[in-house]
């Protein structure tokens, strides 16, 4: 009896321990801003002004779940949903897609962790410390730096902690019949920090359908960053990309570096400068390919934080020899899009953020 009461006693506690380190939580995004833009393509060669509400400025809109629970002996099994949506208008991102930012569910021991299901790729992830702005929506090139496909269907990821060193590994399946490799993607990466410092790298390779042959995208980044006070950040780095797929207004081979500052000017006040230079030395067009001018972009960010969950800023870009965020070199997803008797585009954008 003894021996009973004590085995009840020890399965209540562990249970007890499990609820206590397992969990949902709902979390989110609602970022919204009025931005002016010129040279807007419209009817006509020239370019025309635009004033628009935007979702997304520091960060798009999304709300998510994520979970924990406790399996003992250091063993956790976790999941993240997460839905992205368009606050100005209240549709549903990522092409209507329910969970269309993440959906994933895996298991966690210490300090790896094996995940399935729609994610990020790893140098998207890998390369998140060494971006100017965090990746927001105004104005930075995310998709020039990741690629359109920063996040895909079907893959199983490995990632692991140590100490300073993080890694992550994925493969994503094509699952095409008949083709092992068509439609799939794989990639990696490793980022170090120690003290002030801090260096990143990554690989990511996507192959298109296969009908008679595929063809393959390859991007490869070099991240460093530096905390020169503690107020004081520095980042630069370097983005490479073969793209094998062809599509008219695409670049075909390019390299992309950027250098960035980050200012805690005070405890609220948070100012971003960088700058982005694409040397671009082919281009899709419809007939074939071409070399056009680099094109360059300035980017100035003031950041006030009301709270610790909501904040107001002003963003502002100046783009020279494409559209801003160099959107027009990635084809029919271009967001912003300019005449075609223009070579410059700026915009600035006043927002709030309320994270919750």
């Not at 002004?49 to 979970?67: D, F, Y």
């Not at 899709?284 to 709270?307: E, K, M």
Request: with cysteine; net charge neutral.
């Amino acid at each position: 009896m003894k021996r009973s009461l004590v085995g009840l006693a020890c399965v209540i506690a562990s249970a007890t321990a499990a609820a206590q380190t397992s969990g949902i939580t709902l979390y989110g995004v609602a970022d919204a801003n009025i931005e002016y833009t010129n040279n807007n393509l419209g009817t006509g060669p020239d370019g025309h002004s635009k004033v628009a509400l935007n979702s997304g400025g520091l960060s798009p809109s999304r709300w998510g779940l994520r979970g924990t629970e406790d399996l003992g002996g250091g063993n956790q099994a976790i999941f993240a949903l997460e839905s992205g949506f368009n606050l100005d208008t209240g549709v549903a991102g990522q092409g209507g897609r329910l969970f269309g930012r993440q959906a994933w569910v895996g298991l966690r021991n210490s300090a790896h962790q094996v995940t399935l299901g729609r994610q990020y790729t790893s140098l998207f992830l890998m390369m998140a410390n060494y971006s100017p702005t965090a990746y927001a929506t105004t104005y930075e090139p995310v998709v020039g730096i990741a690629g359109s496909n920063l996040r895909e269907d079907n893959m199983v990821k490995y990632h692991a902690d140590f100490g300073p060193l993080t890694a992550e590994a994925h493969w994503s399946f094509g699952e095409q019949p008949g083709t092992f490799q068509g439609s799939s993607g794989f990639g990696g990466g490793l980022d170090y920090h120690a003290g002030p410092f801090g260096i990143a790298a990554a690989y990511d390779s996507i192959n298109s359908a296969k009908t008679a042959d595929y063809t393959r995208t390859q991007k490869a980044a070099l991240g460093l960053r530096y905390q020169i006070t503690p107020a004081l950040l520095a980042q630069a780095a370097y983005r490479y990309n073969n793209n094998g797929t062809r599509a008219t207004n695409t670049a075909a081979r390019d390299d992309l570096w950027w250098l960035a500052l980050n200012y805690q000017a005070t405890g609220a006040l948070l100012l971003t400068g960088a700058v982005y230079y694409d040397n671009v030395k082919s281009l899709y067009t419809a007939t074939g390919r071409t070399n056009p001018s680099n094109p360059w972009q300035v980017t100035l960010i003031a950041d006030y934080s009301l709270s610790k969950r909501t904040d107001v800023y002003v963003s502002t870009a100046y783009t020279k020899n494409a559209s801003l965020n160099f959107e027009s070199l990635n084809g029919a997803a271009a967001a912003y899009q300019i005449a075609p008797n223009e070579n410059s585009q700026f915009g600035v954008a006043m927002g709030v953020r309320h994270k919750f």
